[in-house]
């Protein structure tokens, strides 16, 4: 199902952007080796949609994904219907079967870049960005990058449609998805979280106490280790450690200090303590490393 169908606005927009893979293309993509893992199947860009919309009752087979980068728009899944503003993400997960619309805001008629993705990965990339048919948005941080990235796609696919160019918009696709639930998980500005991400990295060449940190940015110890544990994958100091050991690796790569003077520059005192930590987590020795060849 094209971007095209269900349409409430019969003609188009103003300046707009329309690309789509003809689906003997799309089904021949899905059986060869790389585009079968994620292809492109509709791309573009509708400036200024008024009266734009679409309900599809049985959901989409592909994956939709939106990109508000001006005005207002809604979304409704699940039965549930919310409001999209200016810099937001809106990803639907094809072959649902479940029914989901959206459209333009009367009055402040969003801008989208769109494109609608199949493939066997899609599913592991969207579950990535945590997103589904009861959590449909995403909000931004990077648009103008996001943006580059899907004018890139409906620039190629707008020269042609051959198989080499599919494989090239597919991986654009791909780094898109990844890029979206990088975005899912970074924290927004301001928030305990942010705030105590921009402590521990200006921070790296000390100690952080994670009752002190918390009290700092407001919350519980067992909040922010949630907090933590959600986007980074582990605790406050294991997040402080993985800061630390990155400063020591820039230190051995860079300069001529001796492993004791880097553990000192990262604030682990004790030189043997330090290697530990190091080994621990390269599974190499700080020396070692060092006298590895790079590049």
Same mark, same amino acid.
């Given at each position: 199902?094209?971007? !095209?169908?269900? /349409?409430?606005?019969?003609?188009?927009?103003?300046?707009?952007?329309?690309? *789509?893979?003809?689906?003997?293309? *799309?089904?021949?993509? &899905?059986?060869?080796?790389?585009?079968?893992?994620? *292809?492109?199947?509709?791309?573009?860009?509708?400036?200024?949609?008024?009266?734009? =919309?679409?309900?599809?009752?049985?959901?989409?087979?592909?994956?939709?994904?939106?990109?508000?980068?001006?005005?207002? =728009?809604?979304?409704?899944?699940?039965?549930?219907?919310?409001?999209?503003?200016?810099?937001?993400? /809106?990803?639907?997960?094809? =072959?649902?079967?479940?029914?989901?619309? @959206?459209?333009?805001?009367?009055?402040?008629? +969003?801008?989208? +870049?769109?494109?609608?993705?199949?493939?066997?990965?899609?599913?592991? $990339?969207?579950?990535?960005?945590? *997103?589904?048919?009861?959590?449909?948005?995403?909000?931004?941080?990077?648009?103008?990058?996001?943006?580059?990235?899907?004018?890139?796609?409906?620039?190629? $696919?707008? #020269?042609?449609?051959?198989?080499?160019? &599919?494989?090239?918009?597919?991986?654009?696709? +791909? #780094?898109? &998805?990844?890029?979206?639930?990088?975005?899912?998980?970074?924290?927004?500005?301001?928030?305990?979280?942010?705030?105590? $991400?921009? @402590?521990?990295?200006?921070?790296?060449?000390?100690? /952080?106490?994670?009752?002190?940190?918390?009290?700092?940015?407001?919350?519980?110890?067992?909040?922010?280790?949630?907090?933590?544990?959600?986007?980074? =994958?582990?605790?406050?100091?294991?997040?402080?450690?993985?800061? #630390?050991?990155?400063?020591?690796?820039?230190?051995?790569?860079?300069?001529?200090?001796?492993?004791?003077?880097?553990?000192?520059?990262? !604030?682990?005192?004790?030189?043997?303590?330090?290697?530990?930590?190091?080994?621990?987590?390269?599974?190499?020795?700080?020396?070692? @490393?060092?006298?590895?060849? #790079?590049?």
């Amino acid at each position: 199902m094209t971007e !095209g169908a269900d /349409v409430e606005r019969a003609h188009g927009f103003a300046n707009q952007r329309l690309v *789509v893979v003809p689906r003997p293309l *799309v089904r021949e993509a &899905l059986a060869r080796p790389i585009t079968r893992h994620l *292809v492109v199947t509709d791309a573009g860009v509708f400036p200024a949609a008024e009266d734009h =919309g679409r309900h599809r009752p049985l959901g989409a087979e592909e994956t939709i994904i939106i990109l508000c980068v001006a005005g207002r =728009g809604w979304v409704e899944t699940t039965g549930a219907r919310t409001e999209v503003g200016k810099a937001a993400a /809106v990803v639907l997960p094809g =072959g649902t079967g479940q029914a989901h619309a @959206y459209g333009a805001a009367p009055g402040d008629p +969003w801008t989208i +870049w769109w494109c609608h993705v199949r493939g066997s990965d899609v599913a592991e $990339l969207v579950a990535e960005a945590g *997103v589904g048919t009861d959590r449909p948005i995403i909000p931004l941080l990077a648009v103008d990058r996001l943006t580059a990235m899907l004018d890139e796609i409906i620039t190629a $696919l707008e #020269k042609d449609q051959s198989p080499a160019r &599919l494989v090239a918009t597919a991986g654009m696709a +791909w #780094k898109l &998805l990844a890029t979206l639930a990088v975005e899912r998980r970074a924290p927004e500005t301001g928030t305990p979280l942010q705030q105590a $991400l921009n @402590y521990l990295e200006e921070r790296a060449h000390g100690t /952080v106490r994670l009752p002190e940190l918390a009290a700092l940015v407001g919350v519980s110890p067992s909040h922010l280790s949630k907090l933590f544990r959600e986007a980074t =994958g582990g605790g406050v100091l294991a997040h402080h450690t993985a800061l #630390k050991m990155a400063r020591a690796r820039h230190l051995l790569d860079t300069t001529d200090l001796s492993i004791a003077q880097v553990g000192r520059e990262v !604030g682990l005192q004790d030189q043997f303590y330090f290697s530990r930590q190091f080994r621990r987590l390269h599974g190499v020795s700080p020396s070692a @490393y060092r006298a590895e060849r #790079k590049g």
